[in-house]
Structures are given as C-alpha cells and as structure tokens.
C-alpha cells in the first residue's frame, strides 16, 4: 500500500510554523503580514475558497481584509480599488480571486497587481523571476506541491518528473519550479497536455507523476511505474456531491509507493502556501523600509 502523503496534516503543521513566524515579526519591527482578499461577484466555490484563505489567515495571526464586491463591479472600479491597496503599506499581499465576471479583462487586473504583492505569483514578472531562476512569489498550488514531496523527504533531484497539464496556475509554473537549479528542485521534467501522443507510455516513465487536468480518475493504474510517487491536483465534483481527483486513487494506489488523497492533499497546502507568500511579502516591506 502507498504513503499517503496527508496534506491536510502538513498544512496544520506548515501553518503553526508560520504564525511562529508572524508572531516574531510582529514583535521586532512592529509589522504584522496582512493580506487584501479581493471578491467580485457570487461565485459560490469563489465564496468557499476566499472565506478559508481569510480564516487560515486569521488563526496564523495574520491580518486580513475582504473586499466584497457586487457582480457588475466594472474593470475601471476593479483597477481602481488594486491601485489602492498596491499603495496602502498595511497591505502586503493582494489575492484578486479568479474567476472574475465577463466584463472583465482578468490578465489586466492581475498585471495591476504590483509585483511586490503578487502573493498568487499569478503575475508577468513573478513567473519572469520563476524563469530566469531567480523567484520570487511563486504560485501557491505548485510551490505547495514542491513543499509536500519535500517533508514527505520524497527525492526530486535527479528524478524524472511528469507533469500533466501545462496551465499557467498549475503544471506550467510547478515544471519551472521543478526544474530550477536549486535545493529542492533539479528534476527532469517532461510536461504533457491535450496534445500528448501516447501519453500513457510518458507517465509510466516517471519516477514522480502529477497530475492536473480537472478529469475525474484520468490516471489509471496502468499509466504508472510500480513504486512511482502519484501526486493529484486535480478538483472534480462528482454527480453525488463529492470531490474526486483527476488520479483513479483506489487502484493507483495499489502500484504507487506515495499518493496524494483528493481532498486532504494537495488542496490545504494551496492555503498554506498563500500565507507563506504573504509573510514574505511583509518582510520584503521590512527590507526595503530599512535599506
Ligand atoms: P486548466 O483547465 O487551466 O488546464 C488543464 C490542462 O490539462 C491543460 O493544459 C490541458 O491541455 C490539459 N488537459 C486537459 N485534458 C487533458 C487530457 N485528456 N490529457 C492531457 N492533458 C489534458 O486547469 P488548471 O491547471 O487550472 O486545473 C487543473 C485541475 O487542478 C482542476 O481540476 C482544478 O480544479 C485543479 N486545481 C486544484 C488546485 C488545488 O489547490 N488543489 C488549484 C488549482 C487547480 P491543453 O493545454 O492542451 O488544453
């Protein structure tokens, strides 16, 4: 039977260790990490996910602001309120929620994130940084995913990952991320989309493979080496209400040496990840007031 790598538990633990943290920065420079929720419309899984960032944020010590707005909220007002809290210096970290309603221009609001807050590392110059191998806010599901093999102590240097799904939240960052020239990383990553031939054959080369399509139970057994590590990012609601992930966990997990569940895995670690980039954040505004 496979480790299940429990990200549920290791978020707990991760979140503890960054309150410590808040704790003491709060104490030596008298700057508390704050993050700027920004909400638009009634997207009810939108709703969920800010209403969890925010009492992650709570509990960890760190300060935090939602701003709930109504579905017509136009791209003008929407820029209007980023500027404000790119220049509000209690403001730290600024999260715009996706997906935003139609009549918005969803790239623009995130370009007018400033950099120095773009805690999702969702931003043209955070995944810039991420490629010329110098990071700095990296994306939280792939940083998060990084983290989760690492205290699991699962070796990814010198190991063959594959990634399937090459968005720009998911598999395209977490292969920059994989690959870097860095403690943690120096992987070969092969990454794989829609397009794939004989995407079977791929997986079942990796000594690491994830997972990140949104289709339910995609990766069959058979599409994995015996004694691989199968990490799932998928989300999949299924008819009767539950969540399922984009891996056949109950027959995969019979040849994995490691897995992630669906919920519990990857998903709590996502939240921990932006709390950590916010706390980086803050100390970024440390330095540059004191340099
Ligand atoms: P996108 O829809 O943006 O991208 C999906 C990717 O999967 C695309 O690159 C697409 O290829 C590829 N793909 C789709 N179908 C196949 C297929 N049959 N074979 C191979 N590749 C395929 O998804 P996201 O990256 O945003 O999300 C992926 C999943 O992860 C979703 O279930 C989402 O809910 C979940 N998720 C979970 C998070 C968490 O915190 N746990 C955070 C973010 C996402 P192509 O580029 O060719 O179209």
Known sequence: ????????????????EIAAEV????QQTGVRPGLAAVLVGNNSASQVYVRNKRAACQKAGLDSWLYDLPEQTTQAQLLELVQRLNAD???????????????????AIVEAVS???????????????????????????????????????????GRHVVIVGRSNIVGKPLALILMQKAAGANATVTVCHSKSERLGEITK??????????????????????GAVVVDVGINRLPDGKLAGDVDFAAVEKVASAITPVPGGVGPMTITMLLHNTLQAARFHVNNRES
């Open 1 to 16: 039977m496979a480790l299940i790598l429990d990200g549920k538990k290791l978020a707990q633990t991760m979140q503890a």
């Open 23 to 26: 704790a003491q920065l709060a």
């Open 89 to 107: 210096p209690k403001v730290h970290g600024i999260l715009v929620q996706l997906p935003l309603p139609k009549q918005i221009d969803e790239a």
């Open 115 to 157: 950099p120095d807050k773009d805690v999702d590392g969702f931003g043209v110059s955070s995944l810039g940084f991420l490629a010329m191998g110098k990071p700095r806010f990296l994306p939280c599901t792939p940083l998060g995913i990084q983290q989760l093999l690492l205290r699991n102590n699962i070796l990814i240097e």
């Open 205 to 226: 080369q990796a000594d690491i493979v994830i997972v990140a399509i949104g289709q339910t139970h995609f990766l069959k057994a058979d599409m994995v080496r015996p």
